[in-house]
């Protein structure tokens, strides 16, 4: 069992940055796959980024590619997502994810078994 706690969220002016952190409970988090979601108002949550088990695989959307980065820290148990030059299409409920593979090729919202709570992004133009 993993539970996941995101945090990090805020109010932005479009150009600027931040940093998203999930912070994973268990002991078992440096063998997870972990990504990041996100959901806009009326809209379906869509895949951002997601970071193998050891850190050296990453894999991010289109949209997002070159100004968000995923990280993590296995000895923090936590999973970041840096995101620079962020724009007003940017704004969303952020989730964080986890799936008990060590590099999953995992982009749906189904390949993931745990989920945090959510952390807001709003990005003003």
């Known amino acids: 069992q993993v539970q996941l706690v995101e945090s990090g969220g805020g109010l932005v002016q479009a150009g600027g940055s931040l940093r998203l952190s999930c912070a994973a409970s268990?002991?078992?988090?440096?063998?997870?796959?972990m990504g990041w979601f996100r959901q806009a108002p009326g809209k379906e949550r869509e895949f951002v980024a997601r970071?193998?088990?050891?850190?050296?695989?990453?894999y991010y959307a289109d949209s997002v590619k070159g100004r968000f980065t995923i990280s993590r820290d296995n000895a923090k148990n936590t999973v970041y997502l840096q995101m620079n030059s962020l724009e007003p299409k940017d704004t969303a409920v952020y989730y964080c994810?986890?799936?008990?593979?060590?590099?999953?090729?995992?982009?749906?919202?189904?390949?993931?078994?745990?989920w945090g709570q959510g952390t807001q992004v709003t990005v003003s133009s």
């Open positions: 970071i193998s088990s050891s850190g050296i695989n990453t």
């Open positions: 268990g002991r078992t988090f440096s063998g997870y796959t």
């Open positions: 994810a986890a799936v008990d593979l060590a590099s999953a090729l995992a982009m749906r919202s189904s390949d993931y078994t745990y």
